[in-house]
């Protein structure tokens, strides 16, 4: 899995809201348990956002997140907007909505910096 692309699933709990960690280790030796050579983010969905958020990254990984399922999404999203923190500049994400599962294709999200999903809903405009 180490240089494989990632499909991020997402399952919210009853308030609309999902939280889990990404953990990588070199797959090879016992760095993780040496000195620590880990790499572990925190992915977290709460009201009209998804986030990545930093805990440790001893170890550095290529993988890039592709897909983004997201489980129990029960309003119409009308937009869904990427946004880096180290960047200004916005990007539109395609998405699909079958029921309550969206699907966010097509993307090639780094887990080397922070960044953030904003979904607009149809009661947001």
């Given at each position: ?115 953030k999903i904003n979904f607009v809903y149809?009661?947001?405009q």
């Amino acid at each position: 899995m180490r240089f494989e692309p990632i499909t991020l699933l997402v399952a919210l709990n009853n308030d609309d809201s999902a939280q889990g960690l990404i953990y990588f280790d070199d797959e090879e030796s016992n760095d993780y348990e040496d000195s620590n050579k880990i790499y572990i983010k925190k992915i977290h969905f709460q009201k009209n956002e998804l986030f990545i958020a930093h805990i440790q990254d001893n170890f550095k990984i290529s993988n890039k997140i592709e897909r983004i399922i997201i489980l129990g999404l029960n309003k119409k999203i009308n937009g869904v907007i990427f946004r880096a923190f180290s960047d200004t500049k916005e990007e539109i994400i395609e998405f699909s909505q079958e029921g309550e599962v969206t699907y966010l294709n097509r993307i090639q999200i780094s887990l080397d910096y922070l960044w953030k999903i904003n979904f607009v809903y149809e009661a947001d405009q």
